[in-house]
Structures are given as structure tokens and as C-alpha cells.
């Protein structure tokens, strides 16, 4: 019974907790907020403190990747809905995307140095699908797609390889690309990017989608963060760059 009502109000996808985390994030995110063990303004970072019943943890169950805590019960009946954080949004379980199976992703560098990262070489992602038909997770299953050829940057710099391995990561889970249809060309059944955002100029900014942009780096993180991709889950599988 519970658990049906649980399952039906998850039904809306990230819904659900959404109230939690407008809760936390109005919460003021001040200065000094991640100073790790201070009580900051947020009760939620203090360390006995449940965010979903909002009272003191009872059999406190802490997330791996996160480090979030809650009560065992809480955040047992949380999942059930959606595998992720209700704080941080950090998604559990290896999420694995609709990314067209015939895909090929390489690496290679050159020294040239990315505007902002004249210091640093710079990596060249690219990244290949040919045509091929719909499987049944696509929009249009048995309907043939129109396949892509995209290049994307990277300062070759320590973070820049971290995105590069959480980029890796990313692909391996098939979550890079999906099928649909492009916003660019309007043209549907193709091979489109799936909101994991890349450089794919080497210059011109924001605007050309291209360097500079001091916060990119950061940015992409947090949205491989969103479909739990981060560094502590990419150990064994990190390696082989190039
Ligand atoms: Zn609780
Ligand atoms: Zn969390």
C-alpha cells in the first residue's frame, strides 16, 4: 500500500523532490556554507540533522557518493521514488541512457592551448555514430536515425582530464547522446546531445559555444553529477586515456 504511493507520486520523475530541495535551497547557500563540520545556516549540513522527516537522524544511513546523511528509514522510502540524494540531487544506481549502441568515442591532444588555458595543451574529443535503426528505448523504434560526427575541447590541464575520464564514464553508460529530434536543423530521428554539455568550438566563448568560459569545467561536472557520474564512481573504469 505504501509503497504504491510512493511509486505513483514518482511517477512525475524528479517531481517529487522537488519541495525537498526547495526546501534546502532556500534554505540560504551563504559564504562559507561547505565548511565541512561547521553548523552553517543549512540544518541539513549538520551532521544529526534528517532533511526528509527534519528532525534528528534515527539509524543514520550516509550516501557514498555525497556523504549526505539521513535516517535509514527516510532515505530507504526516498528511493524507492527516485535513487537519488533529496539534498544534492546526486543520482545512485548506474544510470544507464537510450545512446545509439554503434558509437565511437576517441581522444587525441595537441599543444595549442585553449583561450583561457594558454598554459595547458588541449584535448579533442570526437566523437562518431553512423546511421543505424531505432531500438525499442528511442522515439521511433524499427525507424531508421541519421548518425553525427561531433569534435569537442578540453584544456589538457589536471581538471580537464577529470572531465575527460567523466566524460568517458558518461559515454560508457550510453548517457552522452540520445535519438530525437535536433534543436539546431529541426531534423528528427537523428543522433542529438543529451544534456551533457560540450566546447565545441575551441574559441569564440559562450556564445560559439567555445572558449573562453571560466566556469564551463565546473559546469559540466554538475551536470554529470546530475546522472551520477562522478569522480568516486570512476575508479576501476578511469585508466586509458588516449
Ligand atoms: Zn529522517
Ligand atoms: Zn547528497
Known amino acids: 500500500m505504501n509503497h504504491r504511493n510512493l511509486t505513483s507520486t514518482g511517477a512525475s520523475g524528479g517531481k517529487s523532490s522537488a519541495p525537498l ?3 534546502v535551497n532556500g534554505q540560504g547557500r551563504g559564504s ?5 563540520g561547521a553548523v552553517g545556516p543549512n540544518p541539513c549540513d549538520q551532521e544529526d540533522y534528517c532533511c526528509i522527516c527534519m528532525d534528528k537522524i534515527q539509524r543514520k544511513k550516509t550516501l557514498d557518493k555525497c556523504q549526505h546523511s539521513f535516517c535509514r528509514e527516510c532515505i530507504d522510502s526516498a528511493f524507492q521514488v527516485k535513487s537519488c540524494c533529496p539534498v544534492c540531487m546526486t543520482l545512485y544506481g548506474n544510470l544507464t541512457g537510450t545512446q545509439p549502441r554503434n558509437g565511437q568515442m576517441t581522444v587525441t591532444r595537441q ?6 588555458y594558454e598554459g ?23 525507424v531508421s536515425y541519421r548518425g553525427t560526427f561531433r569534435e569537442a575541447y578540453l584544456p589538457d590541464s589536471e581538471e580537464g582530464n ?15 547522446f540520445t535519438v530525437g529530434t535536433s534543436a539546431t536543423t529541426g531534423r528528427s530521428n537523428t543522433v542529438i546531445w543529451n544534456d551533457i554539455h ?13 572558449y573562453p568560459d571560466p566556469g564551463y569545467l565546473l559546469r559540466v561536472q554538475e551536470e554529470l553529477r546530475m546522472k551520477g ?14
Do not use: M
Open 21 to 23: 530541495n526547495a526546501f
Open 32 to 36: 562559507g556554507a561547505e565548511s565541512a
Open 111 to 116: 599543444p595549442f592551448g585553449l583561450p583561457g
Open 120 to 142: 595547458h595543451g588541449t584535448i579533442i574529443i570526437n566523437y562518431s555514430f553512423s546511421d543505424g535503426i531505432q531500438e525499442p528505448e528511442h522515439p521511433s523504434p524499427g
Open 162 to 176: 577529470k572531465v575527460l575520464r567523466l566524460l568517458q564514464r558518461a559515454f560508457q553508460q550510453r548517457l552522452v
Open 198 to 210: 560540450h566546447k565545441t568550438s575551441s574559441h569564440g566563448g559562450p556564445q560559439c559555444f567555445g
Open 229 to 242: 557520474i562522478t569522480e568516486e564512481g570512476v575508479s576501476e573504469s578511469a585508466g586509458r586515456v588516449q
